[in-house]
């Protein structure tokens, strides 16, 4: 009898991919390692957002970055090129109006890595020399985008549109950690920032005892990025398995479980 999927995506992109391991017969559980909210002071997102005519290209890093600023954008400028690193984010485009017909979005050309290597890689580089360029994302993050395209001469912006925390270590999530740990599951993760978030807060709940790390090392981990895989390698896991990018590839791999 197969374990427990559990889905360690923010909440808001938990529930759609749940609903579709539901159906494919599975006991699910969202177990969000992210938590995505508001930025105390939006004013300096809102003052970038008022200008997104003067960019040749606006990147976002994630579907919370479009759903953060969408929710300050009335109409996408013309002729502004987006740029995505993967299927959810064309999914969240599409959700607030985007979508090829309308706009020219670029992602990554090998759809199996949605990262900011091969976003790069895909990109027209050379012709971003000198013109303006923003990125939005989460108050912290990876700076090789942003790094790659200034080396290519572009004027590279970046803004924050959310923020993001690993979930304080409540008794209730303690207890559920607890009884996720007690027989083997499934875990969809989808951020290497959540994946040491997860280690942290079992680190909290570490008793001699009671060696929860070690149980969790044990869990069947599946990843759709190889820069997650290893990072879970280095963390100590073993049992994981890669995607390549897209929820479609997440559920072939939960069907092809035994």
Do not use: C
Not at 124 to 133: F, I, K, Q, S, Y
């Amino acid at each position: 009898m197969p374990g427990t999927v559990v889905i360690t995506r923010p909440r808001a992109q938990a529930l759609p991919l749940a609903e579709r391991v539901a159906a494919l017969g599975r006991t699910v559980a969202v177990l969000p390692l992210l938590d995505i909210t508001p930025l105390p002071d939006p004013a300096p997102l809102r003052a970038v957002l008022a200008r997104l005519h003067e960019f040749a290209l606006v990147a976002f890093v994630s579907p919370n970055a479009i759903d953060a600023a969408f929710a300050h954008i009335d109409a996408w400028p013309p002729g502004v090129t987006l740029a995505v690193l993967g299927e959810g984010s064309r999914m969240a485009l599409a959700a607030h109006g985007i979508t090829d017909d309308k706009v020219h979005i670029v992602s990554p050309a090998d759809t199996a890595h949605s990262d900011s290597e091969h976003l790069l890689e895909t990109l027209d580089l050379a012709a971003l020399n000198g013109r303006e360029v923003l990125i939005v994302r989460g108050e912290t993050g990876r700076e090789l985008m942003a790094d790659g395209l200034r080396a290519a001469g572009a004027h590279v912006t970046t803004v924050a549109a959310y923020r993001r925390g690993v979930p304080p270590l409540t008794p209730e999530l303690a207890a559920r950690l607890t009884d996720l740990l007690t027989v083997q599951n499934d875990w969809i993760v989808t951020s290497s920032e959540a994946l040491r978030g997860l280690l942290g807060l079992l680190a909290g709940m570490q008793r001699p005892e009671h060696d929860v790390v070690a149980k969790m090392q044990q869990q069947h981990l599946i990843v759709p990025h190889a820069r997650i895989a290893e990072t879970a390698a280095a963390l100590g896991f073993t049992r994981i398995t890669l995607t390549g990018s897209g929820d479609e590839r997440l559920l072939a791999a939960l069907q092809s479980r035994p």
